[in-house]
C-alpha cells in the first residue's frame, strides 16, 4: 500500500511564496504520475500540476508560471513551490499518485492520496 506525507502549507500574505512537499512510502511503481490537486471549500476539486515518471510536467492555467512541480524519484518526493501567490489560491492542497501513469488532471484517476494540507493567502 502506497502512502503519501504531506508537509508544508501555511498562511501568506498575497504575492508571498509557499513550497509543499509530498513523501511516498510503501509500493512504489514505475509507471507512476504524480500530481497536486487541490480543493476549497464548495468548489469541485481541482487539478493544479501533474509530473509523469519522466519529468514531464502540465499545470493548470490559473497556476502557470507562478507554480513549479518536481519530484525526486530516488527519494519518492514530490514538491510544489508556489510564487506570487493570490487569495484565490487558498485551499487544501493534496498530493496524489497514479499507479497507472496517465499523467492527467482527473481526480478519479488517483488511486493514493496525501492528508491535505491547508494553503491561507490573505490581501
Known amino acids: 500500500q502506497v502512502q503519501l506525507a504531506q508537509s508544508g502549507g501555511g498562511s501568506v500574505q498575497s504575492g508571498g511564496s509557499l513550497r509543499l512537499s509530498c513523501a511516498a512510502s510503501?509500493?512504489?511503481?514505475?509507471?507512476?504520475?504524480m500530481a497536486w490537486f487541490r480543493q476549497a471549500p464548495g468548489k469541485e476539486r481541482e487539478g493544479v500540476a501533474v509530473?509523469?515518471?519522466?519529468?514531464?510536467?502540465n499545470y493548470a492555467d490559473s497556476v502557470k508560471g507562478r507554480f513549479t512541480i518536481s519530484r525526486d524519484n530516488a527519494k519518492n518526493t514530490l514538491s510544489l513551490q508556489m510564487n506570487s501567490l493570490r487569495p484565490e489560491d487558498t485551499a487544501m492542497y493534496y498530493c496524489?499518485?497514479?499507479?497507472?501513469?496517465?499523467?492527467?488532471?482527473?481526480?478519479?484517476?488517483?488511486?493514493?492520496w496525501g492528508q491535505g494540507t491547508q494553503v491561507t493567502v490573505s490581501s
Open positions: 509530473i509523469n515518471r519522466d519529468g514531464s510536467t
Open positions: 510503501g509500493y512504489t511503481y514505475g509507471r507512476a504520475c
Open positions: 496524489a499518485e497514479d499507479v497507472g501513469g496517465r499523467g492527467t488532471l482527473v481526480p478519479t484517476l488517483y488511486a493514493y
